[in-house]
């Protein structure tokens, strides 16, 4: 296990619909990212949070944002959902700070828009 | 632009045999190589990791083995078995910023 989890499990919507996805992080790690995998592709990379501030953001559009927390939690919004939204949505954390840091994943939630 | 290439896509082997698994970079600035597991309906699970200034690194039954002028490295799995069977993916990094290779999903017969 690695200490990161996420809510929900699952999720259904509907297109146009917005959705909020949630993480809790390792205690002690400052650093959240989070990563939309579509089925049998790999983890693409959204966006990063660092003591709560946006620290870089992949090639997605406006309508996905995010929060990060004191308490090492995070969230994911998205807005105006699209079918193409439906993917897993992984979280994973690490300690921050100056370098590259080992990420460990959360188990993530899979979202699915009708 | 895919920033790391991973192949194979799938690859059988059978139990007792070595897997091998090769992803290619372009982004010289990378400075850290993980490898992850995936499990069906599981998040990735970090498996071994590399950084550019050694050229291998071994844990276990898994070597990754690095090439930093080619900008290749690739994950060896030795004495394979059916349990390690699951989808495998290369990523690189830098200052925290992950990319993933495609996945490789790998099949252990008995």
């Known amino acids: ?114 | 632009q895919q920033q790391v290439k991973q192949s194979p896509q799938s690859l059988i082997v059978q139990k007792g045999g070595i897997s091998i698994i090769n992803c290619a970079y372009e982004n010289t600035a990378f400075d850290y190589f993980p490898w992850y597991q995936q499990f069906p309906g599981k998040g990735p699970a970090l498996l071994i990791a590399i950084r550019p200034d050694v050229s291998e690194k071994k844990e276990g039954r898994f070597t990754i083995s690095f090439n930093k002028s080619a900008k290749q490295f690739s994950l060896h799995i030795m004495d394979s078995q059916p349990g390690d069977s699951a989808t495998y993916f290369c990523a690189a990094s830098n200052f925290n910023k992950f990319y993933f290779g495609s996945g490789t999903k790998l099949n252990v017969k008995p």
């Open chain 1, 1 to 114: 296990e690695t200490g990161v989890t996420q809510s929900p499990t699952h999720l259904i919507k509907t297109r146009g619909q917005q959705v909020t996805l949630r993480c809790s992080s390792q205690s002690g790690h400052n650093t959240v990212s989070w990563y939309q995998q579509a089925l049998g592709q790999g983890p693409q990379f959204i966006f990063q949070y660092y003591r709560e501030e946006e620290n870089g953001r992949g090639n997605f559009p406006p309508r996905f944002s995010g929060l990060q927390f004191p308490n090492y939690s995070s969230e994911l919004n998205v807005n105006a959902l699209e079918l193409d939204d439906s993917a897993l949505y992984l979280c994973a954390s690490s300690p921050g700070g100056v370098g590259t840091d080992t990420q460990y994943f959360g188990p993530g939630t899979r979202l699915t828009v009708l």
